[in-house]
């Protein structure tokens, strides 16, 4: 199961554990990564809360909490190379895994049909 | 065709073929390695005489090593330096319109009033009786600045904007300690739409940030800023007009709504060149605002000389003011250094900031008079809205054809699908012998280009930069993509890698290995 949030981020979900990440058209809008800064594995987030911060060549952009939950891994290759977020934002780029709060909580994003229709309205 | 010389006076069929030179340099203008490259151990460029004899005094801390520092004798040294500033462009060399940045022409006759020796050559640790002519230039520029902006304090002395923005928000923070709320007033509203200095300031002295989105009209709207209003709000930083060139009209409502929710409003002044003599932030309901003489009052920017950054305090706030600050006795002026007895917060800087900056921001004040600010800031604004007029049917614009103040704004929506970027195109007008616009700022503007062109410029001036913006955009309309996407194809640097630049960057200089003896 994938999430989306308005703000460009998914969370690929199974069980209560979810990968979070930016989403390609994020990638493209950001243009070349060129540092992430990630948060220590363990730290607890509320939904909406900064969990990392990417900077490209054109600006820098937190990334969200989409839903509450602890920090479980992160992504540590990204550190030495953020291209991975331009070439794969989807699958490689991947920023943290989050141990879900509430499951319950991601009937707040949307599906994939709707982050979509979102990206059309909005381009 | 041969004159009578026999020397041929038009340029033969390979004027068109470019090619690269055996020494790196395009024609006269000079390539430059660095000092480390050009400079030998061997040579020196002055003579000095041997160390005599003596006794080391310092404690063994005597340098063991050779530094490897090089020598230069004097015509390469100045050669060095004055190639590397003909790469330099300023607003001495042309057109400069950087937005949010107000690059105005930095007057000659600044220039020499600085340099009277009652101000340049006295020092900080001077005794004040010796000074009094300096301190009562600051006494001066203090009252031209309290009147200007409608405020009843100025503390003089903070370095920069983003200095200015830290002594104002300082300001507000003991002032909210004062009342007790230093443990519940901890957030401060920032637009989006603002310099990112703001939400750093905040951020620097313990606040966390609230974003307040601006509204589809490119402004903020009261009611955004009352729905994010709270006990635990300390205050807003608002730059009006805002960094999308336009005036923020609920700018009292947002003041009276911050006043009776006990919060401070502080306003980034970046943009007062746009309303000088027209406005008084005072009147508007401000608390405090930095004023960047760089910027509006003309003395220089950006690599030119340091910035100045004063901030004016409203009645709330002025007890908090930093020191040193100018009491007078009858004739006599003192710098007060001593916050004991006071309010004030503690001090920004070792002494009293930058006095050549006074003098050359005060000379900018007398010599233009009240009314000649007013008309440099009406002149700003109608330069800006000659421009927009000038591309609005070539170029988009985020929030419609409507006036702006002293920059115009258009963002990338005429460049969809073009294959030319808001950086190719800024890259572009280098090749035509213009600095770029402000880009991708505003964060809020997709592909920004933020345009000011200040009351500096003639209408000849602006006309040509018109034209040159026509012709590169209509380019970009008819599929001429390669005068862009290549650029900037004539400086004597080409693209940068960014990209790489910034995952791989090289930050210190090491020198070549020694060349292999041949075998």
């Known amino acids: 199961m994938i999430r989306f949030s308005k703000d460009h981020e998914y969370i690929r979900v199974d069980g209560d554990i979810g990968t979070v990440g930016i989403t390609d058209y994020a990638q493209s809008q950001l243009g070349d990564v060129v540092f992430v800064d990630l948060p220590p594995v363990g730290k607890t987030l509320e939904a909406g809360a900064e969990a990392a911060v990417v900077e490209s060549v054109k600006a820098a952009s937190e990334v969200y909490a989409p839903v509450a939950g602890a920090v479980v891994a992160v992504n540590e290759a990204l550190t030495s190379n953020p291209g991975a977020i331009n070439e794969s934002a989807m699958d490689e780029g991947w920023f943290l895994k989050l141990k879900i709060a509430d499951t319950a909580a991601l009937d707040g994003l949307m599906n994939q049909d709707e982050y979509d229709a979102y990206l059309k309205s909005i381009s | 065709m041969l004159n009578t010389q026999g020397r041929p006076t038009a340029a033969g069929e390979a004027a068109a073929i470019t090619h690269a030179t055996f020494t790196g340099n395009r024609a006269l203008q000079q390539s430059e390695p660095l000092l480390f490259e050009i400079g030998r151990a061997e040579t020196t460029g002055v003579d ?10 310092l404690g063994g801390l005597a340098r063991k090593g050779a530094i490897g520092l090089v020598g230069l004798s004097e015509p390469e040294t100045m050669r060095h330096y004055v190639r590397l500033s003909q790469r330099n462009y300023g607003i001495d060399t042309g057109l400069f319109p950087l937005g949010s940045c107000t690059m105005k022409h930095n007057p000659r006759l600044n220039e020499a009033m600085a340099r009277l020796p009652g101000f340049a050559d006295v020092h900080p640790l001077q005794p004040q009786s010796t000074v009094q002519g300096a301190v009562a230039l600051m006494e001066m520029l203090s009252h031209w600045l309290m009147t200007l902006t409608g405020m009843p304090a100025v503390a003089l002395s903070p370095k920069a904007g983003a200095h200015g923005e830290l002594c104002g928000m300082m300001a507000i923070k003991a002032a909210i300690a004062a009342r007790g709320e230093a443990a519940t007033r901890t957030v401060v509203l920032v637009p989006d739409s603002a310099h990112g200095t703001n939400p ?6 313990g606040f966390s940030v609230r974003p307040v989105p601006a509204g589809p009209d490119g402004t903020v709207h009261v009611d955004e800023v009352k729905k994010r ?6 205050a807003i930083m608002l730059t009006n007009p805002n960094t999308c060139g336009l005036f923020e009209p609920d700018i009292v409502r947002i003041a009276a709504a911050m006043h009776e929710a006990g919060a401070y409003f502080y306003c980034d002044g970046a943009n007062f060149n746009a309303i000088v003599g027209k406005t008084r932030p005072g009147d508007l309901g401000i ?10 009052f003309s003395t220089p920017h950006g690599g030119g ?8 305090l409203s009645e709330r706030l002025a007890a908090y003011a930093p020191v040193p600050f100018i009491r007078r006795d009858g ?9 004991a ?3 004030a917060f503690g001090r920004m800087t070792a002494f009293h900031g930058q006095m050549g900056m006074y003098v050359r921001a005060m000379a900018y004040m007398l010599s233009h008079g009240a009314d000649g600010m007013r008309q440099a800031s009406e002149d700003a604004v109608l330069n800006a809205n000659y421009i927009k007029a000038g591309l609005a049917d070539l170029m988009s614009q985020p929030f419609g054809d409507r006036p702006c103040m002293h920059e115009a704004l258009f963002d990338d929506e005429w460049l969809k699908g073009t294959g030319v ?7 572009a007008m280098i090749d035509e012998g213009y600095h770029p616009m402000t880009m991708y700022f505003p964060l809020v503007v997709h592909g920004a280009m933020l345009i000011e062109p200040t009351e500096s410029e003639s209408r000849a001036s602006l006309d040509l930069f018109i034209m040159t913006l026509r012709d590169l955009a209509i380019a970009v309309r008819s599929g001429k993509t390669e005068r862009f996407t290549g650029a900037p194809y004539h400086a004597p640097v080409r693209r940068m890698d960014e990209t790489r630049a910034a995952r791989q960057p090289v930050l210190k200089w090491t020198a070549p290995a020694p060349a292999q003896a041949a075998e």
Do not use: Y
């Open chain 2, 421 to 427: 970027t808001t950086l190719d195109f800024a890259k």
């Open chain 2, 305 to 312: 000389g340091p910035g100045a950054g004063p901030v004016v």
């Open chain 2, 331 to 339: 004739d006599r002026l003192a710098l007060v250094e001593d916050t």
């Open chain 2, 341 to 343: 007895g006071s309010a």
């Open chain 2, 287 to 296: 608390d405090a605002m930095h004023i960047n003489l760089h910027k509006t």
């Open chain 2, 229 to 234: 209003l709270g006990p635990d709000v300390a």
């Open chain 2, 200 to 205: 750093a300031t905040a951020a620097l002295i």
């Open chain 2, 48 to 57: 000095l005489p041997d160390v005599p004899a003596h006794t080391p005094r």
